[in-house]
């Protein structure tokens, strides 16, 4: 991995879930088994079939909230509630990943498709509080998740970031094709690589990665 690559990048976005965690804390199972809960009350549906739309929604439009929001008009506010009231004690701490983070030059931020009220007790259990310029949820994206084009030239419009000076860190290969596209350097963050036109660069350690950049 040169760190030529990354000689220019002064613009740093990550996303959260699976990314400044690690996916074997299993913090995602919790907030998928609320969106089962959510879809049944919501739509009038046993879990099995619950559980089925709640993948295909977000198989088809990048989030389940958004199919709920396009196909059911479901309003946003009391879902994201509802599906980030969950248990962050499974967190810890992670002083390595801080110390890289907080030694990056230039403007560092988070975006996620979940809610910034959320992200910011996530970030506050991994003790990655303060480390970032700004937070930004799929509200500030007018609820259009990632992958949609549209999400990213909202989010990267509202902070004035220039994209083109940037890297964006994702677990979700789907959502690096329109960072790719838009100039920035890619990162899928999981175990395992996937040889995707639009990723340059793989990691399984965030941490260490950061630290062989920097």
Do not use: C
Not at 40 to 49: N, Q
Not at 110 to 134: I, K, M
Not at 148 to 175: C, K, Q, S, W, Y
């Amino acid at each position: 991995m040169p760190r030529d690559a990354f000689s220019h990048v002064s613009y740093w976005v990550f996303d959260l879930d699976n990314t400044l965690y690690h996916p074997s804390v299993r913090l995602f199972d919790q907030i998928e088994g609320r969106m089962t809960r959510f879809v049944m009350d919501a739509l009038g549906v046993a879990r099995p079939e619950a559980d089925r739309l709640r993948k295909v929604y977000w198989a088809e439009y990048g989030t389940t909230l958004a199919g709920l929001m396009d196909l059911h008009g479901v309003d946003p506010a009391p879902y994201l509630t509802h599906v980030h009231d969950i248990d962050f004690s499974v967190l810890s701490p992670d002083p390595e990943l801080a110390a890289r983070i907080r030694d990056l030059p230039g403007r560092r931020i988070v975006f996620t498709n979940g809610s910034a009220p959320y992200a910011e007790r996530v970030l506050d259990a991994r003790g990655l509080s303060g480390l970032f310029d700004a937070i930004y949820g799929v509200e500030h994206a007018k609820f259009r998740p990632k992958p949609e084009r549209a999400a990213f030239e909202t989010v990267f419009g509202l902070d004035g970031g220039d994209a083109t000076r940037g890297a964006m860190f994702e677990d979700d290969p789907r959502n690096l094709s329109v960072p790719h596209a838009m100039g920035m350097q890619t990162v899928h963050v999981a175990e395992l690589a996937r040889p995707e036109a639009h990723i340059h660069h793989h990691t399984d350690d965030l941490g260490g990665f950061l630290g062989r950049v920097i």
